[in-house]
């Protein structure tokens, strides 16, 4: 079975991006967020609520997988919890497209009995991989997921996330960890279909109030 077969036609990515967009987009201009970096922000993106949906997740794993199915990759993963349901999903797109790829998770701190190993799955050391990431702020979090995977001995061919946040992230993974980053989509997506939809509700707000100003014979 492949999922090429199924409604995902050229427009995925503009799909999944409405999706981001609907499930996980907020703006505050007055209040803003505080994010996992200490920064402020009047824009937050929680990925999760469109990854661990079942719309979401078919979208991410099927766009993940295009991007990554002419990779010489044996495998996906990152750093729990963000990491997680992005290398499910493409696990499992991969598998039903003739490319298995198989998990790995790299744990947030060691596990404290048995192996007490950094990574968990089924990869040896001298695979090659790509590491994924749901929102990338300063990368700090990606690159240490690059660094564990090296640690254990997977070669690591690039890192993927679903957003870039475009606050030095991606500076930093390449600089810091020597490896090529790529995201699907940017803040700046999230902001021109903002600015898109802001615009069509001050144009129906404005076509309201002329319409309530006519006159009545």
Not at 39 to 66: C, H, N, P, R, W
Not at 92 to 106: A, E, H, Q
Not at 147 to 176: C, H, S, W
Request: charged share 30%; hydrophobic share 40%; proline share 3%.
């Amino acid at each position: 079975m492949s999922l090429d077969y199924q409604v995902m036609d050229q427009d995925y990515k503009k799909s999944l991006l409405e999706t981001l967009y609907t499930r996980s987009f907020i703006f505050d201009a007055e209040k803003g967020f505080t994010l996992s970096s200490g920064q402020k922000s009047d824009v937050y993106i929680d990925a999760k609520k469109t990854v661990l949906s079942a719309e979401g997740m078919e979208g991410v794993g099927f766009a993940f997988f295009q991007e990554l199915k002419l990779e010489p990759i044996d495998g996906i993963g990152g750093m729990t919890l963000g990491a997680d349901p992005i290398a499910y999903a493409t696990a499992l797109v991969s598998t039903m497209n003739g490319k298995p790829l198989d998990v790995f998770i790299v744990r947030k701190e060691p596990k404290k009995h048995g192996t007490e190993r950094w990574i968990e799955g089924n990869l040896k050391p001298g695979a090659w991989v790509c590491v994924v990431e749901d929102v990338v702020t300063t990368g700090a979090s990606a690159i240490v997921a690059v660094q564990k995977a090296r640690e254990f001995g997977y070669q690591v061919r690039r890192v993927l996330a679903l957003v870039d946040r475009e606050e030095g992230g991606k500076e930093n993974i390449q600089n810091q960890a020597k490896v090529k980053f790529d995201a699907l989509f940017t803040k700046t997506d999230f902001l021109e279909l903002y600015r898109k939809e802001q615009k069509i509700k001050e144009a129906a707000a404005k076509k309201a109030a002329q319409q309530q100003q006519k006159p009545v014979f």
